[in-house]
């Protein structure tokens, strides 16, 4: 429609239709729509369309003997989806262990993220000799691409000779035996500590920025009030930063709960049963049983879950805000 | 006014640009086809110790392919751990190789997605036909009543590798013949930092190869006739149960080896650190470690009555790597002349030196360079003590199911967990009902 507008020759309209719009305008209001139409297509194309064929997989019995060809998978209607909720049988028991594993290491690794990196940044609040310094420091872990990252882990977490139990066992002799943080029940801290350490940068960047505009005179007038470090962080610092607190969590939530590379790298396609994140958890239902139907069936539920708990998140805290701001 | 003209021309230009290419994904047919004779790609399985050691291998033989047919062979080596799942991945897309290899036990379950070109008479007469190929291999190339869904490229065997100088040290004169003499050696090895065994405790394919031979062993088999999972029949129990319990009861196998994946076995057992070790074709590897083939000694694996043989005295899977034909190929005839190629006597004589691997062929068998004392255990193996692992449609699937159910196992015993019967069934049983719904 908007490109025959375009290519319309501009006309002077006739008096006395007035409501009528005139060429001219439909081509003003159009041009800008119609520069929009690339990035539209491109979001479709990007975006929505391996979501909707996804949603559309998870509906069909996409089994090894159909998935040379899709359209022959027969519909299974929400079969797939019986089957990831049925929390008494084995599939569903297991999808149920890896969503809670999930929750309890996306809680951890949030919170710590947040704390040490706000702590961070408000420690770097202050100008010092070697601050530049220290904050490029500190973004190294953010900024290093995650496999050689994680990689390195994996080798200072090693049984054998790893770093990890060289220092806390042969120097520290905090154990009785070098411990296993690769396999076993340990591999859930194991996984929080490359999380938080991979994840705490962000936090501190953005927290970082967000101090940036707290007006100076506020803590000098706080000082001069008789407040203290812990005060001012308490009553100036915290509630200024609450806005971008508020994108910050959902944010880093957003990013843990979905997590493939990190327990991919560290504990390969099988994960230790401890730290069975849900992401790899689906990826590797989907590969043991070649059934990616039921796969795309458990992401289809996965999206659902993180849509509900950003939603309420946000209308719990900008009701919060703007209930603050009223008062 | 112009400038704006411009921009919106621009925008719809890139718009239909944008859906077009959307629409059109490369030019994927789905019988084969001729349309492009010139070149072909060709995913290769890593068999040497590394990617680049594959490459500098395969690459002069694909040049001397191109030499002879004027057909460009791209390579790709791709890593066991991404294999199955990259096959996968072009299954689905149709967008693959022309040319790959497979893990022979795979034959059935890509069989069964109708990806891989059918060995029909016709086609296997283009290659010198069937009576070509030893018959063993040939029993791992797909579901039995069906035509192959690949043809053998090369055969190994495991057999027990063990140190020389280690056994002589420790006073023991001779191989082991069976599990109890196995342990009673691996005891007398298993001190001062050193120990008897070595396992690859986290990897689902090796924990798998040997499961099926000790469930064996014990009369186990892990699906029925009629080709159904059955995982925890008392004889699969108590075959898995011997494995783990090489770690967990007899003591001699490093814990540290339950979370071994990378193949680090073989360097412990080329820098002695471990003493024996059970491997397929594993000369290649050894040498590239820095090994020499006088340290160690090449012994059958051992069985429980002491002498391989069939039904209970099996002592090795039919291991080996099949060379398999893309359906959506867009080069047919041309994949075939390099799957003719890549089976002929003089090629399989260089590539099976290369790897330490049997020739499949018969002809290419019979070379003298097949006759050393290592080759001639994984022969014999292959001939009298071998047995192909299911080929049926699921195979697949229960590699990663038992596979990984063996390194949480693994994973008990390192943890100093009891494992027992019942601990072995629960395991097992948890994996059977991964396996997809009949």
């Given amino acids: 429609m908007t490109t025959t507008a375009v290519r319309e020759p501009v006309r002077p309209a006739p008096p006395g239709a007035p409501r009528r719009p005139r060429p001219g305008r439909v081509r003003r209001i159009g041009l800008p729509y119609l520069l929009l139409l690339p990035a539209l297509l491109l979001e479709l194309l990007v975006h929505l369309v391996p979501m909707v064929i996804g949603i559309v997989m998870s509906f069909k019995e996409l089994t090894q003997f159909y998935i040379r060809d899709w359209g022959t998978a027969p519909w299974t209607g929400l079969g797939n989806y019986q089957v990831s909720v049925d929390f008494s049988a084995p599939v569903g028991e297991a999808l149920l262990h890896s969503f809670l594993v999930t929750v309890a290491f996306t809680l951890l690794s949030v919170g710590l993220c947040w704390l040490v990196g706000t702590a961070a940044a408000i420690c770097m609040q202050d100008t010092f000799r070697g601050r530049g310094l220290l904050r490029a420091l500190f973004l190294v872990p953010y900024a290093l691409p995650v496999y050689a990252a994680v990689i390195t882990w994996v080798f200072m977490f090693q049984h054998d000779n790893g770093l990890v139990n060289h220092v806390l066992h042969d120097q520290l002799h905090l154990t009785d035996k070098p411990s296993f943080w690769l396999i076993g029940d340990n591999s859930f801290w194991a996984l929080l500590t490359v999380s938080v350490w991979k994840g705490w940068p962000f936090a501190f960047l953005i927290v970082m920025a967000g101090l940036q505009n707290i007006p100076r005179d506020l803590y000098e007038a706080a000082a001069l009030d008789g407040a203290g470090v812990w005060q001012q962080i308490r009553r100036i610092t915290l509630p200024s930063l609450r806005p971008v607190n508020q994108v910050l969590v959902l944010v880093l939530f957003l990013w843990t709960f979905n997590d493939f590379n990190t327990p991919y790298v560290l504990f390969g396609r099988a994960a230790p049963e401890a730290a069975d994140l849900i992401s790899v958890h689906i990826y590797q239902a989907s590969f043991v049983t070649w059934n990616f139907g039921t796969g795309s069936a458990m992401s289809v539920l996965l999206l659902l879950f993180l849509l509900v708990v950003t939603g309420v998140y946000l209308v719990l805290t900008s009701r919060g805000r703007r209930a603050a701001s009223d008062a | ?438």
């Fill in chain 2, 1 to 438: 006014m112009r400038s704006v003209r411009a921009a919106a021309v621009g925008a719809v230009t890139l718009s239909l640009a944008l859906a077009a290419s959307a629409c059109g994904g490369g030019s994927a047919t789905n019988g084969g086809s001729d349309d492009s004779p010139k070149t072909l790609t060709y995913w290769a399985s890593n068999q040497g110790a590394s990617v680049e050691v594959d490459k500098k291998v395969l690459r002069p033989e694909l040049d001397k392919f191109e030499k002879r047919t004027g057909i460009r062979v791209e390579l790709e080596v791709v890593p066991w751990s991404d294999l199955l799942n990259r096959i996968l991945t072009a299954t689905t897309s149709g967008q693959g190789p022309d040319v790959l290899n497979i893990g022979n036990t795979w034959s059935a379950s890509l069989q069964a997605t109708g990806a891989l070109l059918p060995w029909d008479a016709k086609n296997l007469a283009a290659i010198g036909g069937k009576d070509r190929f030893v018959d063993s291999a040939l029993g791992s190339t797909g579901a039995r009543g069906q035509d192959p869904a690949a043809v053998p490229l090369y055969s190994m065997a495991y057999a027990l590798y063990y140190n020389k100088k280690m056994f002589a040290d420790a006073g023991i004169a001779k191989p082991p013949a069976t599990w109890a003499e196995l342990v009673a050696d691996g005891r007398k090895l298993s001190k001062d930092g050193k120990w008897g065994l070595g396992a690859e405790g986290a990897n689902p394919s090796e924990n798998i190869h040997h499961a099926f031979v000790f469930a064996k062993q014990h009369g186990g088999d892990f699906f029925t006739a009629d080709g159904k999972a059955d995982f925890t029949n008392d004889g699969a129990v108590a075959g898995v149960k011997q494995y783990v319990d090489l770690m967990a009861k007899d003591r001699i196998i490093a814990p540290g080896n339950a979370e071994y994946a990378q193949n680090q076995s073989v360097s412990d057992f080329a820098k002695g650190r471990t003493a024996m070790l059970l491997w397929q074709s594993a000369s290649a590897n050894l040498k590239s470690q820095g090994m020499s083939e006088d340290a160690y000694g090449i012994a059958p694996v051992p069985v429980r009555s002491g002498t391989p043989g069939t039904g209970e005295n099996v002592n090795s899977m039919v291991a080996g790597i099949n060379l398999a034909v893309f359906k959506n190929t867009d080069n047919l005839s041309g994949a075939k002349q390099f799957v003719k190629f890549m089976t002929s006597d003089a090629e399989q004589k260089i590539l099976n030196t290369a790897y330490s691997s049997i020739p499949p062929v018969k002809s290419a068998q019979a070379d003298a360079a097949f006759n050393t004392p290592a080759n001639a255990v994984l022969k014999d193996t292959l001939a009298s003590s071998a047995a192909a692992l299911p080929q049926v449609a699921d195979e697949s699937q229960f590699e990663t199911a038992v596979g990984t159910a063996i390194k949480g196992l693994f994973a008990d015993a390192a943890a100093g967990r009891p494992v027992t019967t019942e601990s072995v069934r629960t395991a097992l049983e948890k994996a059977r009902q991964q396996m997809p719904a009949k």
